[in-house]
T-cell receptor, first 112, second 113 residues
Framework: DAKTTQPPSMDCAEGRAANLPCNHSTISGNEYVYWYRQIHSQGPQYIIHGLKNNETNEMASLIITEDRKSSTLILPHATLRDTAVYYCIVRVYGGATNKLIFGTGTLLAVQP | DTEVTQTPKHLVMGMTNKKSLKCEQHMGHRAMYWYKQKAKKPPELMFVYSYEKLSINESVPSRFSPECPNSSLLNLHLHALQPEDSALYLC????????????FGQGTRLTVV
């Protein structure tokens, strides 16, 4: 399974963009990059996913490098409610072996 | 309704007790998952069910016994647990194994005494 590497923690000022990096240098061609977040004492929440192209939804943008070895999650205007652990996940899929394996994540602290 | 509901929210049990955790979803999802999360650690996959059949068991000890009685329900039966099994147990569901988004419940915080 491809593994991901994320910084353990980051700070961001409220109202500014939060850019969360993720390295996944061993990713295979058919593996997707997923981002989830977990606010304290809650279940993880899906944010966004992508294969090759950059993706955007109402929550965030996902930028994947051309070689697919790294990606960046962008929260365009961080608020205090975005304080959470953000998990970058490479999804293994194949028949009955679908797995969503969480790495150690980045604790994003949004400061007022 | 995009909710995954887990009950109970909190559970304290002795090492000789038998208890069950319950998970329910009404989104028509056919894949359901159990995760275990220790404090300050990421969630760890335990079991995956697909169309009510066990698809993946991540070498979980037999004192944890999953059950999927129908497409909306997932149970986790607990017996003879150890204090180190104390954790947050999370249930999730997705449309199927190829589903792009997994929805998680709020978890059951289990304490084994």
């Amino acid at each position: 399974d491809a593994k991901t590497t994320q910084p353990p923690s980051m700070d961001c000022a409220e109202g500014r963009a939060a850019n969360l990096p993720c390295n996944h240098s061993t990713i295979s061609g058919n593996e997707y990059v997923y981002w989830y977040r977990q606010i304290h004492s809650q279940g993880p929440q899906y944010i966004i996913h992508g294969l090759k192209n950059n993706e955007t939804n109402e929550m965030a943008s996902l930028i994947i490098t051309e070689d697919r070895k790294s990606s960046t999650l962008i929260l365009p205007h961080a608020t205090l409610r975005d304080t959470a652990v953000y998990y970058c996940i490479v999804r293994v899929y194949g028949g009955a072996t679908n797995k969503l394996i969480f790495g150690t994540g980045t604790l994003l602290a949004v400061q007022p | 309704d995009t909710e995954v509901t887990q009950t109970p929210k909190h559970l304290v049990m002795g090492m000789t007790n038998k208890k069950s955790l319950k998970c329910e979803q009404h989104m028509g999802h056919r894949a359901m998952y159990w995760y275990k999360q220790k404090a300050k650690k990421p969630p760890e996959l335990m079991f995956v069910y697909s169309y009510e059949k066990l698809s993946i068991n991540e070498s979980v000890p037999s004192r944890f016994s999953p059950e999927c009685p129908n497409s909306s329900l997932l149970n986790l039966h607990l017996h003879a647990l150890q204090p180190e099994d104390s954790a947050l147990y999370l249930c999730a569901s997705s449309q199927d194994l190829g589903g792009t988004e997994a929805f998680f419940g709020q978890g059951t915080r289990l304490t084994v005494v």
